[in-house]
Nanobody
């Protein structure tokens, strides 16, 4: 059974930083593409960033240059470093591995 558990969300002022973590169970972590997605109220869930098993990264246009995704296969954990946060980054952030989703963590950026 695969489980994904996000942490690190919270309330931050505009311009601040947060680091999200997603710890995964199971034995497919190292061979999986891992992704961070977000969903704001009234909007569709969108890709924030993903990282392949080989370390290639891909970012949504709205976060390029501000967010960094990384992974630690020894810890079965994927991270999302978020800098220069904006109020429009406010959303529930989810991690995804293959067919599985985490429960989400709330990020709120105040102006």
């Amino acid at each position: 059974q695969v489980q994904l558990v996000e942490s690190g969300g919270g309330l931050v002022q505009a311009g601040g930083s947060l680091r999200l973590s997603c710890a995964a169970s199971g034995n497919i972590f190292s061979i999986s593409t891992l992704g961070w997605y977000r969903q704001a109220p009234g909007k569709q869930r969108e890709l924030v960033a993903d990282i392949t098993s080989g370390g290639r990264t891909n970012y949504g246009d709205s976060v390029k240059g501000r967010f960094t995704i990384s992974r630690d296969n020894a810890k079965n954990t994927v991270y999302l470093q978020m800098n220069s946060l904006k109020p429009e980054d406010t959303a529930v952030y989810y991690c995804k591995m293959a067919l599985w989703w985490g429960q989400g963590t709330q990020v709120t950026v105040s102006s």
